[in-house]
């Protein structure tokens, strides 16, 4: 099983980016997906997560702010993440399985908000 996750950058305050998750070896409509964060100094923590049903749950740090959706045709898992704040710079996981966390893991992808 692999996950690559992609999208990350340097975005302005109030900017917005998409991040997306690719995976091989796995069908991400069979398990749960979340994206996780990880600032520096800080511990990783879980950002967005949707189950293999569809239902999606958000941490209050970025409730209204960020959308997690799933492409079932192009197995990939994306997070949009609009009005950015500073707080939002972190490397940002994909995770996928059926357990929390899942067993498995992207390389992470890093996004800078800063002017």
């Known amino acids: 099983v692999q996950l690559q996750a992609s999208g990350g950058g340097l975005v302005q305050p109030g900017g917005s980016l998409r991040l997306s998750c690719a995976a091989s070896g796995i069908i991400f409509s069979r398990v749960r997906v979340d994206w996780y964060r990880q600032a520096p100094g800080k511990q990783r923590e879980l950002v967005a997560s949707i189950t293999s049903v569809g239902t999606t749950n958000y941490a209050d740090a970025v409730k209204g702010r960020f959308t997690i959706s ?19 710079t972190a490397v940002y996981y994909c995770n996928a399985g059926w357990t929390v966390p899942g067993l498995y893991w992207g390389q992470g992808t890093l996004v800078t908000v800063s002017s």
């Not at 079932?72 to 707080?87: D, G, I």
């Open 70 to 88: 799933r492409d079932n045709a192009k197995n990939t898992v994306s997070l949009q993440m609009n009005s950015l704040k500073p707080e939002d």
